[in-house]
Nanobody, 126 residues
Framework: QVQLVESGGGLVQVGGSLRLSCAASGRTFDDYAMGWFRQAPGKEREFVSG????????YYADSVKGRFTISRDNAKNTLYLEMNSLKPEDTAVYYC???????????????????WGQGTQVTVSS
């Protein structure tokens, strides 16, 4: 198992930016594919972005494409999500997730992941 701790959430105005981080510990970080998901009140947890073990392949939900950038630093065991041009509908708790690379076929499916962080709140105010 890998332990995940998110940070970097907060309150930001419409059009602003935030960078989320997810620190991993416990297992070899570059064995894992990683993902970001989010959950707004009363809604299902939804896929935001995913990245393969080495960072050569990235995936985005249509709602964030062109505004969010996922990246990872395997030397620092850290996953990032750079969020720009934030909108009120981006307000949610953001979770990072990990799965052994060989187990991941569809990055957007939350069932593919078996390690989750506790989440960090992002609030975009208008």
């Amino acid at each position: 198992q890998v332990q995940l701790v998110e940070s970097g959430g907060g309150l930001v105005q419409v059009g602003g930016s935030l960078r989320l981080s997810c620190a991993a510990s416990g297992r070899t970080f570059d064995d894992y594919a990683m993902g970001w998901f989010r959950q707004a009140p009363g809604k299902e947890r939804e896929f935001v972005s995913g990245i393969n073990w080495i960072g050569s392949s990235t995936y985005y939900a249509d709602s964030v494409k062109g505004r969010f950038t996922i990246s990872r630093d395997n030397a620092k065991n850290t996953l990032y999500l750079e969020m720009n041009s934030l909108k009120p509908e981006d307000t949610a708790v953001y979770y990072c997730a990990a799965a052994r690379q060989y187990r991941v076929t569809y990055y957007y499916k939350k069932d593919e992941y078996d390690n989750w962080g506790q989440g960090t709140q992002v609030t975009v105010s208008s």
